[in-house]
């Protein structure tokens, strides 16, 4: 065991089954949203790869119960293990859309709207799995606009992801995955 592992109230055993069933709720949230926007396949095969061993054993070692584990291992080491093969395997986190260009060097590309939607629907149901009966429409919202991401974003994407962010906040999950599934289903810009 870890000096990391040591620092940890839970046992081994609470740490398996806590991060377990925050990912069953987790991947359960975002399949209804997706279904609810018309994403059948990217509600089914959302984050399957939280149960390979690159993610399973550092969540497992990091976990805390309130927040994703990624957070307490880049804190503790520098660096996450477990994010670095999330992001390089999962097409609806923004830091997957990044390429290298002769002429330019690394530079964000435009994420298509199918991953963006995955994207929105995994952002709400990250504040609804980790603020439980506190989650208010405004929440992934406010985690967006607290955070540098839409800066290193292709600016489309960015615009794109604040403008829907922010209709959840303001006109709630129902109107927005209804606006959402028209524009998939219409070949609209989201």
């Not at 991947?27 to 926007?37: G, N, T």
Request: hydrophobic share 30%.
């Amino acid at each position: 065991m870890t000096r990391q592992c040591r620092k940890t109230k839970y046992s081994l055993l609470e740490r398996l089954t806590g991060h377990l069933k925050t990912v069953h709720m987790h991947r359960s949230l975002v399949r209804k949203h997706c279904f609810a926007c018309g994403l059948y396949l990217q509600g089914l095969t959302h984050d399957l790869s939280k149960y390979s061993p690159g993610e399973l054993i550092p969540s497992i070692r990091y976990y805390q119960g309130y927040r994703s584990p990624y957070p307490y291992e880049k804190e503790l080491k520098g660096y996450s293990m477990g994010w670095l093969h999330h992001k390089g395997r999962n097409l609806h986190h923004w830091e997957y859309w990044y390429d290298t260009f002769p002429d330019k060097g690394w530079v964000p590309v435009k994420m298509p709207d199918k991953y963006l939607v995955e994207s929105i629907c995994d952002r709400i149901a990250a504040c609804k799995t980790y603020n439980k009966d506190n989650y208010r429409d405004s929440d992934a919202l406010q985690y967006y606009l607290t955070k540098p991401d839409s800066k290193y974003m292709h600016p489309e994407t960015a615009a794109s992801m604040e403008r829907i962010l922010r209709m959840v906040a303001e006109q709630g999950e129902e109107k927005t995955f209804a606006y959402i599934k028209a524009c998939l289903r219409n070949g609209a810009r989201l």
